[in-house]
Protein backbone atom coordinates (compact mmCIF):
# COMPACT_ATOMS: atom_id res chain seq x y z
CA UNK A 1 0.00 0.00 0.00
CA UNK A 2 1.27 3.48 -0.69
CA UNK A 3 2.59 5.34 2.10
CA UNK A 4 1.82 8.92 1.10
CA UNK A 5 -1.09 9.15 -1.58
CA UNK A 6 -2.00 12.55 -3.30
CA UNK A 7 -5.01 11.91 -5.45
CA UNK A 8 -5.11 15.41 -7.62
CA UNK A 9 -2.23 14.83 -10.21
CA UNK A 10 -3.35 18.82 -11.36
CA UNK A 11 -5.63 21.37 -9.70
CA UNK A 12 -6.27 24.93 -11.05
CA UNK A 13 -7.23 27.60 -8.68
CA UNK A 14 -7.53 31.67 -9.35
CA UNK A 15 -5.62 34.49 -8.36
CA UNK A 16 -6.42 35.68 -4.55
CA UNK A 17 -8.93 32.25 -4.27
CA UNK A 18 -7.67 29.53 -1.46
CA UNK A 19 -6.86 26.14 -2.37
CA UNK A 20 -6.92 23.00 -1.07
CA UNK A 21 -4.21 20.09 -1.85
CA UNK A 22 -5.24 16.33 -0.69
CA UNK A 23 -2.97 13.95 1.21
CA UNK A 24 -3.69 10.55 2.68
CA UNK A 25 -0.83 8.64 4.83
CA UNK A 26 -0.66 5.23 5.78
CA UNK A 27 1.30 4.53 9.32
CA UNK A 28 0.78 2.10 11.96
CA UNK A 29 3.69 4.16 14.02
CA UNK A 30 1.80 6.14 17.01
CA UNK A 31 4.94 9.48 16.39
CA UNK A 32 5.52 10.66 12.62
CA UNK A 33 5.65 13.73 11.11
CA UNK A 34 3.97 15.16 8.00
CA UNK A 35 5.60 17.20 5.69
CA UNK A 36 4.62 19.69 2.74
CA UNK A 37 7.75 20.20 0.19
CA UNK A 38 7.14 23.36 -2.74
CA UNK A 39 9.06 22.50 -6.18
CA UNK A 40 9.21 25.41 -8.71
CA UNK A 41 9.22 24.83 -11.91
CA UNK A 42 13.56 25.92 -11.55
CA UNK A 43 13.19 22.40 -9.85
CA UNK A 44 14.57 23.11 -6.12
CA UNK A 45 12.51 21.47 -3.38
CA UNK A 46 11.50 23.81 -0.81
CA UNK A 47 9.99 23.30 2.64
CA UNK A 48 6.72 24.85 3.38
CA UNK A 49 5.24 23.66 6.96
CA UNK A 50 5.58 20.34 9.23
CA UNK A 51 3.13 18.78 11.56
CA UNK A 52 3.67 16.09 14.25
CA UNK A 53 1.42 13.08 14.96
CA UNK A 54 1.07 14.75 18.71
CA UNK A 55 0.30 18.23 17.96
CA UNK A 56 -3.39 19.52 18.92
CA UNK A 57 -3.07 22.41 16.61
CA UNK A 58 -3.05 22.33 13.14
CA UNK A 59 0.40 23.94 11.76
CA UNK A 60 0.13 27.32 9.71
CA UNK A 61 2.67 29.49 8.15
CA UNK A 62 2.01 32.65 6.61
CA UNK A 63 -0.34 31.89 3.51
CA UNK A 64 0.12 28.24 4.09
CA UNK A 65 -2.00 25.64 6.53
CA UNK A 66 -1.98 22.23 7.18
CA UNK A 67 -5.46 20.47 7.57
CA UNK A 68 -5.02 17.42 9.80
CA UNK A 69 -7.34 14.77 10.39
CA UNK A 70 -5.66 11.95 12.58
CA UNK A 71 -8.86 9.42 12.19
CA UNK A 72 -8.96 9.91 8.87
CA UNK A 73 -5.27 10.21 8.25
CA UNK A 74 -5.38 13.23 6.44
CA UNK A 75 -3.09 15.97 6.56
CA UNK A 76 -4.22 18.51 3.55
CA UNK A 77 -2.81 21.92 2.58
CA UNK A 78 -4.01 24.82 2.18
CA UNK A 79 -3.05 27.99 0.93
CA UNK A 80 -4.85 31.31 1.42
CA UNK A 81 -5.02 34.00 -1.19
CA UNK A 82 -3.06 32.05 -4.01
CA UNK A 83 -0.15 34.04 -5.94
CA UNK A 84 0.91 33.46 -9.14
CA UNK A 85 4.14 32.38 -8.20
CA UNK A 86 1.98 29.33 -6.13
CA UNK A 87 2.54 27.94 -9.64
CA UNK A 88 4.67 24.60 -8.45
CA UNK A 89 4.65 20.86 -7.94
CA UNK A 90 3.52 20.55 -4.36
CA UNK A 91 4.74 17.15 -2.29
CA UNK A 92 3.62 15.69 0.52
CA UNK A 93 6.14 13.62 3.12
CA UNK A 94 6.39 11.42 5.75
CA UNK A 95 8.61 10.72 8.59
CA UNK A 96 7.88 7.68 10.41
CA UNK A 97 8.99 7.10 14.13
CA UNK A 98 12.20 4.82 15.25
CA UNK A 99 10.30 1.67 15.39
CA UNK A 100 10.01 1.73 11.75
CA UNK A 101 13.19 2.32 11.20
CA UNK A 102 14.00 6.25 11.98
CA UNK A 103 16.69 8.39 10.81
CA UNK A 104 14.39 10.84 9.48
CA UNK A 105 13.97 9.30 6.02
CA UNK A 106 10.94 10.90 4.21
CA UNK A 107 8.50 9.27 2.06
CA UNK A 108 6.80 11.17 -0.25
CA UNK A 109 3.54 11.18 -2.77
CA UNK A 110 3.34 11.62 -6.08
CA UNK A 111 2.28 15.51 -6.27
CA UNK A 112 0.48 17.85 -7.02
CA UNK A 113 0.95 19.99 -10.29
CA UNK A 114 -0.79 23.73 -8.91
CA UNK A 115 -1.61 26.01 -11.34
CA UNK A 116 -2.66 29.43 -10.23
CA UNK A 117 -4.60 31.45 -12.95
CA UNK A 118 -5.59 35.18 -13.80
CA UNK B 1 24.86 30.28 3.17
CA UNK B 2 25.47 27.71 0.39
CA UNK B 3 23.60 24.98 2.21
CA UNK B 4 23.67 22.05 0.46
CA UNK B 5 25.80 21.79 -3.13
CA UNK B 6 25.54 19.05 -5.84
CA UNK B 7 27.87 18.65 -8.23
CA UNK B 8 27.82 18.54 -11.44
CA UNK B 9 24.25 19.91 -12.50
CA UNK B 10 24.04 18.00 -15.86
CA UNK B 11 25.54 14.75 -17.25
CA UNK B 12 25.01 12.14 -19.79
CA UNK B 13 26.11 9.16 -20.01
CA UNK B 14 26.52 6.04 -22.02
CA UNK B 15 25.30 2.68 -20.95
CA UNK B 16 27.84 0.85 -18.47
CA UNK B 17 29.79 3.90 -17.73
CA UNK B 18 30.23 4.96 -14.35
CA UNK B 19 29.93 8.12 -12.31
CA UNK B 20 29.97 9.92 -9.19
CA UNK B 21 27.57 12.63 -7.57
CA UNK B 22 29.34 14.92 -5.24
CA UNK B 23 26.27 16.16 -1.86
CA UNK B 24 28.26 18.72 0.06
CA UNK B 25 26.48 20.36 2.97
CA UNK B 26 27.66 22.96 5.02
CA UNK B 27 25.44 23.14 8.21
CA UNK B 28 27.02 20.33 10.04
CA UNK B 29 24.06 18.23 9.41
CA UNK B 30 24.24 14.28 11.31
CA UNK B 31 21.71 12.61 8.40
CA UNK B 32 22.40 12.84 4.61
CA UNK B 33 20.15 11.27 1.79
CA UNK B 34 20.11 10.21 -1.87
CA UNK B 35 16.84 10.45 -3.49
CA UNK B 36 15.71 10.56 -7.25
CA UNK B 37 13.02 11.92 -9.25
CA UNK B 38 11.17 10.58 -11.85
CA UNK B 39 7.90 11.62 -13.24
CA UNK B 40 4.59 10.43 -12.00
CA UNK B 41 6.50 8.77 -8.95
CA UNK B 42 7.58 11.52 -6.62
CA UNK B 43 11.02 11.18 -4.63
CA UNK B 44 12.04 7.66 -4.08
CA UNK B 45 14.98 7.24 -1.14
CA UNK B 46 18.12 5.81 -2.87
CA UNK B 47 20.25 5.96 0.30
CA UNK B 48 20.86 7.18 3.33
CA UNK B 49 23.43 8.35 6.12
CA UNK B 50 23.32 8.57 10.09
CA UNK B 51 26.33 10.53 10.21
CA UNK B 52 30.13 10.19 9.12
CA UNK B 53 30.95 6.44 8.04
CA UNK B 54 26.92 5.41 8.10
CA UNK B 55 25.22 4.39 5.29
CA UNK B 56 22.08 2.32 4.91
CA UNK B 57 19.67 1.55 1.92
CA UNK B 58 16.56 2.83 0.99
CA UNK B 59 13.51 2.23 -1.71
CA UNK B 60 15.73 2.16 -4.55
CA UNK B 61 19.37 1.35 -3.74
CA UNK B 62 20.44 -1.62 -6.77
CA UNK B 63 22.88 0.16 -9.41
CA UNK B 64 24.06 2.67 -6.83
CA UNK B 65 26.95 3.06 -3.83
CA UNK B 66 27.43 5.83 -1.52
CA UNK B 67 29.71 6.61 1.04
CA UNK B 68 30.34 9.28 3.99
CA UNK B 69 34.14 9.17 4.88
CA UNK B 70 33.31 13.23 5.84
CA UNK B 71 30.35 14.18 7.94
CA UNK B 72 30.00 16.93 5.47
CA UNK B 73 30.40 14.96 2.25
CA UNK B 74 27.57 12.46 0.76
CA UNK B 75 28.87 10.79 -2.69
CA UNK B 76 26.29 8.61 -5.07
CA UNK B 77 28.05 6.27 -7.51
CA UNK B 78 26.85 4.84 -10.05
CA UNK B 79 29.37 1.43 -11.18
CA UNK B 80 27.30 0.88 -14.36
CA UNK B 81 24.96 3.48 -15.92
CA UNK B 82 21.63 1.69 -17.18
CA UNK B 83 18.92 3.91 -19.29
CA UNK B 84 16.83 3.18 -15.88
CA UNK B 85 18.73 5.63 -14.15
CA UNK B 86 18.21 8.46 -16.08
CA UNK B 87 16.87 10.36 -13.32
CA UNK B 88 16.94 13.70 -11.06
CA UNK B 89 18.46 13.52 -8.36
CA UNK B 90 18.61 14.85 -5.56
CA UNK B 91 20.78 15.05 -2.29
CA UNK B 92 19.54 16.30 1.39
CA UNK B 93 20.45 16.46 4.67
CA UNK B 94 19.35 16.78 7.64
CA UNK B 95 20.18 17.62 11.81
CA UNK B 96 18.52 15.09 13.45
CA UNK B 97 14.92 13.87 14.06
CA UNK B 98 12.59 15.91 15.75
CA UNK B 99 9.92 18.52 14.58
CA UNK B 100 12.52 21.30 13.59
CA UNK B 101 14.74 19.01 11.60
CA UNK B 102 13.45 18.98 8.15
CA UNK B 103 15.55 17.97 5.12
CA UNK B 104 17.56 20.26 3.17
CA UNK B 105 17.37 19.66 -0.52
CA UNK B 106 20.28 20.27 -3.12
CA UNK B 107 19.19 22.05 -6.29
CA UNK B 108 19.74 18.61 -8.06
CA UNK B 109 21.64 16.58 -11.04
CA UNK B 110 20.05 15.75 -14.24
CA UNK B 111 21.46 12.95 -15.47
CA UNK B 112 20.97 11.11 -19.04
CA UNK B 113 22.12 8.09 -19.65
CA UNK B 114 21.75 6.98 -23.80
Known amino acids: AQKITQTQPGMFVQEKEAVTLDCTYDTSDQSYGLFWYKQPSSGEMIFLIYQGSYDEQNATEGRYSLNFQKARKSANLVISASQLGDSAMYFCAMREGELTGGGNKLTFGTGTQLKVEL | NAGVTQTPKFRVLKTGQSMTLLCAQDMNHEYMYWYRQDPGMGLRLIHYSVGEGTTAKGEVPDGYNVSRLKKQNFLLGLESAAPSQTSVYFC?????????????FGNGTRLTVT
Open chain 2, 92 to 104: ASSYGTGANSPLH
